[in-house]
């Protein structure tokens, strides 16, 4: 089965700080990996990674895909309170289906 | 760009009362989905259109849950008869489905199902 584990799952970090959180993955057919940011209802796309080693970067934001070790991390530097969220993981097969989430880190950034 | 539209954004029923929810996708977007989410975990995904075929529907309870996408475009969702356990957000999201960036998925913002 399809599965999908994301570390922390819950972390709290001072202003100014640097996050790195992380996800790994069991997937038949592995085609990618997303990162979503989620603050109230709906989450908002931030990174679609496909190949090992490229580091997907915006602004604050960045992220890097290992399919040889099955993981992916997100990093969040200088952190800032507006990052405050559930950040989710997800992964889709070869055929663009199959989507399965990870149950998220929720990131409380203090002033 | 209008984003992925649901409604209704809340609803309060009875175990074994029925209920719809209703998504109008991004524009031009031929794949949409709809998602599970209950309190405190991922979205999981309940069923994935392209077009007006279902490509995976594999976590679909259907003997209560059920959903079409008439002309390719709008999609509902219902639950007949609701369980407790459906209380959870429902979220639509949707995809350009082809490309490079197909399975980038833009979300609608959600139905807040509770079921008393």
């Known amino acids: 089965e399809d599965k999908v584990v994301q570390s922390p799952l819950s972390l709290v970090v001072h202003e100014g700080d640097t996050v790195t959180l992380n996800c790994s993955y069991e997937?038949?057919?592995?085609?990618?990996l997303l990162w979503y940011k989620q603050e109230k209802k709906a989450p908002t796309f931030l990174f679609m990674l496909?190949?090992?080693?490229i580091e997907k970067k915006s602004g604050r934001l960045s992220s890097i895909l290992d399919k040889k070790e099955l993981f992916s991390i997100l990093n969040i530097t200088a952190t800032q309170t507006g990052d405050s969220a559930v950040y989710l993981c997800?992964?889709?097969?070869?055929?663009?289906?199959?989507?399965?989430f990870g149950p998220g880190t929720r990131l409380s950034v203090l002033p | 760009e209008a984003g992925v539209a649901q409604s209704p954004r809340y609803k309060i029923i009875e175990k074994r009362q029925s209920v719809a929810f209703w998504c109008n996708p991004i524009?031009?977007?031929?794949?949409l989905y709809w998602y599970q989410q209950i309190l405190g975990q991922g979205p999981k995904l309940l069923i994935q259109?392209?077009?007006?075929?279902?490509?995976?529907d594999s976590q679909l309870p259907k003997d209560r849950f059920s959903a079409e996408r008439l002309k390719g475009v709008d999609s509902t969702l219902k639950i007949q008869p609701a369980k407790l356990e459906d209380s959870a957000v429902y979220l639509c999201?949707?995809?350009?489905?082809?490309?490079?960036?197909?399975?980038?998925?833009?979300f609608g913002p959600g139905t807040r199902l509770t079921v008393t």
């Open positions: 997937v038949t057919n592995f085609r990618s």
């Open positions: 999201a949707s995809s350009l489905g082809t490309g490079a960036h197909s399975y980038e998925q833009y």
């Open positions: 496909t190949s090992s080693g």
């Open positions: 524009s031009g977007h031929a794949t």
């Open positions: 997800a992964v889709s097969d070869n055929y663009g289906q199959n989507f399965v």
């Open positions: 259109f392209q077009n007006n075929g279902v490509v995976d």
